[in-house]
T-cell receptor, first 113, second 116 residues
Framework: DSGVTQTPKHLITATGQRVTLRCSPR?????VYWYQQSLDQGLQFLIQYYNGEERAKGNILERFSAQQFPDLHSELNLSSLELGDSALYFC????????????FGSGTRLTVV | AQKITQTQPGMFVQEKEAVTLDCTYD???????LFWYKQPSSGEMIFLIYQGSYDEQNATEGRYSLNFQKARKSANLVISASQLGDSAMYFCAMRGRSGSARQLTFGSGTQLTVLP
């Protein structure tokens, strides 16, 4: 157990729908990162939060949004889902904003049908 | 911008032998970190080893060692005495200090299969 908890582990939903992925960082970690892993794009950085504030954005679609709550857990919201959004979504956490070390959760596998 | 290149989509190794997984990188940062992660078929990302750009010695963690050649911008992972459980996808990654380079950038991965 890495200490980073992601729920749900698996999610199957239809096109056009909206889903929320949840991440609880490792105890004491203030920074949360979201990554998407798909067959054609590989592992791509989506967004980073540090202590509740957005810190960096990567290749995140406008249909996707995220937030980090006061208790430091984070949610990634995916809306108007398309078949191409099917992927493994990882959350990672680190102690500080610029810590080198990341700890990854086990991922949420999203299947859009 | 930083980039990680893994040129071996797949590798095979006999059990108990050593194997080297290649990784080259490109960055304009002077200070950066290099990582290797293992992703078994179950999907989780497991951290293996880290090398800082200013570390003078190659990093080692048990059976894993990182062959760091800064001038050549390479950070190859060496797995000694391969085990069947080493069969997995392996990703090289790096993180810089400035701008977008502060995010962990991954290579495309190498699928390692250990043969009995």
């Amino acid at each position: 157990d890495s200490g980073v908890t992601q729920t749900p582990k698996h999610l199957i939903t239809a096109t056009g729908q909206r889903v929320t992925l949840r991440c609880s960082p490792r105890s004491g970690d203030l920074s949360v990162y979201w990554y998407q892993q798909s067959l054609d794009q590989g592992l791509q950085f989506l967004i980073q939060y540090y202590n509740g504030e957005e810190r960096a954005k990567g290749n995140i679609l406008e249909r996707f949004s995220a937030q980090q709550f006061p208790d430091l857990h984070s949610e990634l919201n995916l809306s108007s889902l398309e078949l191409g959004d099917s992927a493994l979504y990882f959350c990672a956490s680190s102690p500080q904003e610029s810590s080198y070390g990341y700890t990854f959760g086990s991922g949420t596998r999203l299947t859009v049908v | 911008a930083q980039k990680i290149t893994q040129t071996q989509p797949g590798m095979f190794v006999q059990e108990k032998e050593a194997v080297t997984l290649d990784c080259t990188y490109d960055t304009s940062d002077q200070s950066y970190g290099l990582f290797w992660y293992k992703q078994p078929s179950s999907g989780e990302m497991i951290f293996l080893i880290y090398q800082g750009s200013y570390d003078e010695q190659n990093a080692t963690e048990g059976r894993y060692s990182l062959n760091f050649q800064k001038a050549r911008k390479s950070a190859n992972l060496v797995i000694s005495a391969s085990q069947l459980g080493d069969s997995a996808m392996y990703f090289c990654a790096m993180r810089g200090r400035s701008g977008s380079a502060r995010q962990l950038t991954f290579g495309s991965g190498t699928q390692l299969t250990v043969l009995p």
